[in-house]
């Protein structure tokens, strides 16, 4: 088992570039999450899905869209990237029914010029 | 939201030292969770805890459930260098998903060999 993968593992880009940061995992699970983590402020919760078809939203939603077609995957878009989404950004994943036990991927981090 | 206070900030120790950490919250949690990451990966799950009062150990790790169900430690005995890295407390959201983590801003711990 691969876990959970994450592509690419880092990314520059400048103002108002849209890009989609890639979150694979190959444990069928059911939940997967997508976090970012800024200095001094832990992880904070983007988007989330409980299965295929399914997604919501977390703390922090605006600038991020999502889908959810397969279960293995989660990629999460940046329409128009901004300065502000300059970040180390996680993917997360765990199966229904132990939703608390998350298995994070390495990491994918972003700079915004 | 909902917040989880994590103290210290951060702490820089001698190898072999123990180690205290704790986390408030202004709410009630049914659970909690440890989290560690280390430098350049993502978070690992340490320990879990579900029962107010519950004390439970990973190695020379030991996490406690306070009775108040507002709050929660970590302890780690003989520290030694490879515990170096960000520890976090987590908990899900109350009134809403259940699938919905909040995290902490996180623990950095210093371990000199």
């Known amino acids: 088992n691969a876990g959970v993968t994450q592509t690419p593992k880092f990314q520059v880009l400048k103002t108002g570039q849209s890009m989609t940061l890639q979150c694979a995992q190959d444990?069928?699970?059911?939940?997967m999450s997508w976090y970012r983590q800024d200095p001094g402020m832990g992880l904070r919760l983007i988007h989330y899905?409980?299965?295929?078809?399914?997604?919501d939203q977390g703390e922090v939603p605006n600038g991020y869209n999502v889908s959810r077609s397969t279960t293995e995957d989660f990629p999460l878009r940046l329409l128009s990237a901004a300065p502000s989404q300059t970040s180390v950004y996680f993917c997360?994943?765990?199966?229904?029914?132990?939703?608390?036990?998350?298995?994070f991927g390495p990491g994918t981090r972003l700079t915004v010029l | 939201g909902q917040q989880l206070n994590q103290s210290p900030q951060s702490m820089f120790i001698q190898e072999g030292e123990d180690v205290s950490m704790n986390c408030t919250s202004s709410?009630?949690?049914?659970?909690w969770l440890w989290y560690k990451q280390d430098p350049g990966e993502g978070p690992v799950l340490l320990i879990a805890?579900?029962?107010?009062?519950e004390l439970t150990s990973n190695g020379r790790l030991t996490a406690q459930f306070g009775i108040t169900r507002k709050d929660s430690f970590l302890n780690i005995s003989a520290s030694i260098p490879s515990d170096v890295g960000i520890y976090f407390c987590?908990?899900?959201?109350?009134?809403?998903?259940?699938?919905?983590?909040?995290f902490g801003k996180g623990t950095l711990l210093t371990v000199n060999p």
């Open positions: 997360a994943s765990s199966r229904q029914g132990a939703h608390h036990t998350q298995y």
């Open positions: 444990m069928n699970h059911e939940y």
């Open positions: 899905s409980v299965g295929a078809g399914i997604t």
């Open positions: 709410s009630i949690f049914n659970t």
């Open positions: 805890l579900y029962k107010a009062g």
């Open positions: 987590a908990g899900p959201y109350s009134g809403g998903s259940n699938y919905k983590l909040t």
